[in-house]
């Protein structure tokens, strides 16, 4: 028995931190994890890099790396907020900073540099300096109102300043869309995962 409760213990605390990995469901609600993720560089306009490891970087003001990413939500209740953040494991370096804008459109595998969805709104600035949890800098936009159809959402990440670089696996962390569930005055988040 005592075995048995040790080997529960590591579970449910890797749940709790919000970091589980897919299909795994508690009582809370759901953490969304991009569908899809396309890496576009600016050395290699035309060349699309779908991949599950996302990047943002810079080198001395020059081959600038960004991501774009597409997130699939369900339809939800009327009413229901959903909350953008960037959760760990990460690495980064230089200014370990990223804006996070919204597109007008959503990636595709075959979205480039130069064939990309055009860059809309600035919602978003976060420093994700390793180790550690990420900060928020600057909240433009980074609550919604979430959908009550399915819907799709496109962003892009860029770097901040001459020096950075962030990356991150869209399956275990980086950028993801929560659902806020409230229970009594608590918003409580949850930590089912999505994305194929």
């Given at each position: 028995m005592?075995?048995?409760?040790?080997?529960?213990?590591?579970?449910?605390?890797?749940?709790?931190?919000?970091?589980?990995?897919?299909?795994?469901?508690?009582?809370?609600?759901?953490?969304?994890?991009?569908?899809?993720?396309?890496?576009?560089?600016?050395?290699?306009?035309?060349k699309?890099?779908?991949?599950?490891?996302?990047q943002?970087?810079?080198?001395?003001?020059?081959?600038?790396?960004?991501?774009?990413?597409?997130?699939?939500?369900?339809?939800?209740?009327?009413?229901?907020?959903?909350?953008?953040?960037?959760?760990?494991?990460?690495?980064?370096?230089?200014?370990?900073?990223?804006?996070?804008?919204?597109?007008?459109?959503?990636?595709?595998a075959?979205?480039?540099?130069?064939?990309?969805?055009?860059?809309?709104?600035?919602?978003?600035?976060?420093?994700?300096?390793a180790?550690?949890?990420?900060?928020?800098?600057e909240?433009?936009?980074?609550?919604?109102?979430?959908?009550?159809?399915?819907?799709?959402?496109g962003?892009?990440?860029?770097?901040?300043?001459?020096?950075?670089?962030?990356?991150?696996?869209?399956?275990?962390?980086?950028?993801?869309?929560?659902?806020?569930?409230?229970?009594?005055?608590?918003?409580?988040?949850?930590?089912?995962?999505?994305?194929?």
């Amino acid at each position: 028995m005592r075995y048995t409760l040790i080997a529960i213990i590591p579970a449910l605390s890797t749940l709790a931190s919000g970091l589980a990995v897919a299909d795994q469901t508690t009582l809370l609600g759901a953490i969304y994890f991009p569908d899809i993720a396309v890496v576009i560089k600016e050395d290699h306009p035309n060349k699309p890099f779908p991949t599950h490891n996302a990047q943002v970087s810079r080198t001395n003001g020059q081959n600038t790396v960004k991501t774009l990413l597409g997130f699939y939500l369900p339809g939800f209740a009327p009413g229901k907020d959903c909350k953008i953040r960037f959760i760990e494991p990460y690495t980064s370096s230089g200014s370990s900073e990223m804006q996070l804008f919204t597109t007008i459109g959503y990636p595709t595998a075959k979205s480039t540099w130069n064939s990309k969805p055009s860059t809309n709104n600035h919602i978003g600035t976060f420093e994700a300096s390793a180790p550690g949890p990420p900060k928020v800098i600057e909240d433009f936009d980074l609550t919604f109102d979430c959908p009550t159809t399915p819907t799709q959402y496109g962003f892009e990440v860029q770097p901040v300043e001459d020096n950075d670089y962030v990356a991150w696996n869209i399956r275990m962390g980086g950028f993801v869309i929560i659902p806020q569930y409230e229970q009594g005055s608590l918003v409580l988040t949850g930590v089912v995962v999505r994305g194929t």
